[in-house]
């Protein structure tokens, strides 16, 4: 039985990856945020891809976006790439796109531009891209991005979306040992390895 993919970021803490190994299959782990901007690395970034590697966890990564236009969203790439230089990532690296004060509510052409932008930029570094977004940005703020791994966020018995998805954020109150707090937690969907 597949166990599930937790996706992590500095508001987890310090984690027992030790303790989490056994209970997962895999994670995703925030990078960062915003702008190629050293002060918006995840503070638990390097700890959490070590441990992963250490453990051969297999591991992926995500940023967090703040992006208002196409050059920021090329900006948010140059971070991602910056980071995973020289890690081995075995999973997507996700763009992860919801509502944020920074931002505001962008209109469904913006957020459209700037995951296109961020993807392609990935993309001619040889990443694997994956769209984080939940069913309300996926139905109505995203069109055109087909070319991307799409990550549902969904918290629910069920996903409903009718689209494909190759993983689906059902829960943020995963009890995972070895996390302190309530932990996100995914389902994947198919052969695990064409997730890469």
């Known amino acids: 039985m597949a166990k599930p993919i937790v996706d992590v970021s500095e508001h987890n803490g310090f984690l027992n990856w030790d303790l989490i190994k056994g209970q997962i299959d895999g994670a995703i782990i925030r990078c960062g945020y915003g702008g190629n901007l050293a002060v918006q690395d995840d503070k638990?970034?390097?700890?959490?891809?070590?441990?992963c590697t250490r453990l051969n966890i297999p591991f992926g990564v995500y940023l967090f976006s703040y992006a208002r236009n196409e050059a920021e969203a090329l900006d948010e790439a140059e971070h991602v790439l910056r980071l995973v230089k020289g890690w081995?990532?075995?999973l997507p690296i996700y763009y992860d796109i919801e509502y944020s004060a920074y931002v505001g509510d962008l209109s469904a052409e913006t957020y459209t531009k700037n995951a296109n932008a961020f993807g392609k930029r990935i993309e001619q570094a040889n990443g694997f891209v994956g769209i984080y977004a939940n069913l309300d940005y996926w139905t109505r703020k995203l069109y055109n991005v087909n070319a991307y791994s799409r990550w549902l966020a969904q918290w629910s018995n069920a996903p409903t979306f009718d689209k494909e998805f190759k993983l689906w954020q059902y829960s943020s109150d995963g009890v995972i040992n070895g996390s302190s707090l309530r932990t996100d937690v995914n389902r994947y969907y198919g052969d695990f390895m064409t997730m890469v």
């Open 88 to 90: 081995n990532l075995k």
């Open 44 to 51: 638990q970034y390097i700890r959490n891809v070590s441990e």
